[in-house]
């Protein structure tokens, strides 16, 4: 059995990139009977950048939503908030110690934030700390990641390892699995889709302003009757990730063929999204809407969390000496 764990920032609504590109992707891996997933959102994290706390707790609450809307199982795996298990932070402090300076200010990461951001905290200089606290903290084996994460994850097993090294065998040491080809969704201007680009398409919105969003894709100016070429279209791109192969290649032959409008293609894709997610569309309106119900999800997947750390971490204590 691995332990499979990662954190997920609480950034925003989930749109359509984040659902294909890593939350179906990451419940598929969780349906493994052989996994054992410990998923949680970094919300402590948070706080190095979002500074308002409704911003915040709403963002918390539409991310946990959407996981467990799209199918996450919170029984058979851990869901959690990482500020209600505090132990965090206790672990943290132990792993600073063991943390050398340069290795923070010299991470991609920070000096990157460095440069852009008017607000360089502490907190964004001991971000990798708190990180490999997270890991550390449930054994975990197994860490799925971006690339851009890659470097957090040696830190982590430095970290670890530099403690064992003066304690004996206490930390597991973790493999990153950093996920290389995973599909890039196409926004509604064609670039990525990305919060930070105002292009997303957030399918969790009502129907009226999903078909207003679907309808803002950007598209050329061939006229309605003459052919187009769908494999430059940002609607067709959309529409072939989603659609199965019968439904794509109709879609290509009505684009080719001439009397096919773009607002015609753009119904479609409308019509397909609401049909395919008919059922994660609901669910996420209805844990929206009964915040107790989702809150009793989180809390089980924290009490459990807290059992898995307190234990971690009580081993922790006794092998430095406290
Ligand atoms: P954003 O760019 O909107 O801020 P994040 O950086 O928070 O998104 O991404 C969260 C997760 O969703 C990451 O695992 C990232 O790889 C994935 N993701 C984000 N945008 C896309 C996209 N356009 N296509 C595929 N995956 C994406
Ligand atoms: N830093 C990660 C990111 O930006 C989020 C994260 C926090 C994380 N703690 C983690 C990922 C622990 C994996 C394991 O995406």
């Given at each position: 059995?691995?332990?499979?764990?990662?954190?997920?920032q609480s950034s925003g609504k989930p749109h359509l990139g984040n659902?294909?590109?890593?939350?179906?992707?990451?419940?598929?891996?969780?349906?493994?009977?052989?996994?054992?997933?410990?998923?949680?959102?970094?919300?402590?994290?948070?706080?190095?950048?979002?500074?308002?706390?409704?911003?915040?707790?709403?963002?918390?609450?539409?991310?946990?939503?959407?996981?467990?809307?799209?199918?996450?199982?919170?029984?058979?795996?851990?869901?959690?908030?990482?500020?209600?298990?505090?132990?965090?932070?206790?672990?943290?402090?132990?792993?600073?110690?063991?943390?050398?300076?340069?290795?923070?200010?010299?991470?991609?990461?920070?000096?990157?934030?460095?440069?852009?951001?008017?607000?360089?905290?502490?907190?964004?200089?001991?971000?990798?700390?708190?990180?490999?606290?997270?890991?550390?903290?449930?054994?975990?084996?197994?860490?799925?990641?971006?690339?851009?994460?890659?470097?957090?994850?040696?830190?982590?097993?430095?970290?670890?390892?530099?403690?064992?090294?003066?304690?004996?065998?206490?930390?597991?040491?973790?493999?990153?699995?950093?996920?290389?080809?995973?599909?890039?969704?196409?926004?509604?201007?064609?670039?990525?889709?990305?919060?930070?680009?105002?292009?997303?398409?957030?399918?969790?919105?009502?129907?009226?302003?999903?078909?207003?969003?679907?309808?803002?894709?950007?598209?050329?100016?061939?006229?309605?009757?003459?052919?187009?070429?769908?494999?430059?279209?940002?609607?067709?791109?959309?529409?072939?990730?989603?659609?199965?192969?019968?439904?794509?290649?109709?879609?290509?032959?009505?684009?080719?063929?001439?009397?096919?409008?773009?607002?015609?293609?753009?119904?479609?894709?409308?019509?397909?999204?609401?049909?395919?997610?008919?059922?994660?569309?609901?669910?996420?309106?209805?844990?929206?809407?009964?915040?107790?119900?989702?809150?009793?999800?989180?809390?089980?997947?924290?009490?459990?969390?807290?059992?898995?750390?307190?234990?971690?971490?009580?081993?922790?204590?006794?092998?430095?000496?406290?």
């Amino acid at each position: 059995m691995a332990r499979i764990l990662t954190g997920i920032q609480s950034s925003g609504k989930p749109h359509l990139g984040n659902l294909l590109g890593a939350i179906l992707p990451a419940i598929e891996l969780s349906k493994d009977p052989a996994n054992d997933c410990f998923f949680f959102i970094a919300d402590l994290h948070s706080l190095t950048t979002i500074k308002d706390e409704k911003v915040r707790l709403e963002n918390t609450r539409s991310v946990a939503a959407a996981w467990i809307a799209c199918g996450f199982d919170t029984g058979k795996n851990l869901f959690y908030r990482q500020s209600k298990v505090p132990l965090v932070c206790e672990l943290m402090w132990y792993l600073s110690c063991f943390t050398p300076y340069p290795m923070l200010a010299n991470a991609h990461s920070f000096k990157d934030k460095a440069d852009k951001l008017s607000d360089v905290n502490a907190g964004l200089f001991s971000y990798p700390v708190l990180m490999a606290a997270d890991i550390l903290l449930y054994d975990a084996n197994i860490v799925p990641v971006g690339k851009d994460q890659k470097q957090h994850l040696e830190m982590t097993r430095d970290i670890a390892n530099s403690f064992n090294h003066r304690f004996g065998e206490t930390f597991v040491i973790p493999e990153a699995q950093i996920q290389k080809d995973l599909m890039t969704v196409p926004g509604t201007d064609g670039q990525k889709m990305s919060k930070s680009y105002g292009n997303i398409i957030d399918i969790f919105q009502p129907d009226k302003s999903l078909r207003k969003n679907v309808m803002s894709i950007i598209t050329d100016s061939t006229p309605l009757e003459e052919p187009k070429n769908p494999d430059t279209c940002n609607v067709f791109s959309l529409y072939r990730l989603l659609a199965s192969d019968s439904q794509t290649e109709e879609m290509r032959q009505k684009y080719e063929g001439g009397n096919y409008g773009y607002g015609q293609a753009k119904q479609e894709l409308f019509e397909l999204i609401t049909k395919k997610y008919e059922k994660e569309r609901q669910a996420f309106d209805e844990l929206m809407n009964n915040p107790s119900h989702l809150e009793d999800l989180l809390k089980d997947g924290e009490k459990r969390a807290t059992e898995v750390a307190s234990e971690v971490l009580a081993r922790v204590k006794s092998k430095a000496g406290y």
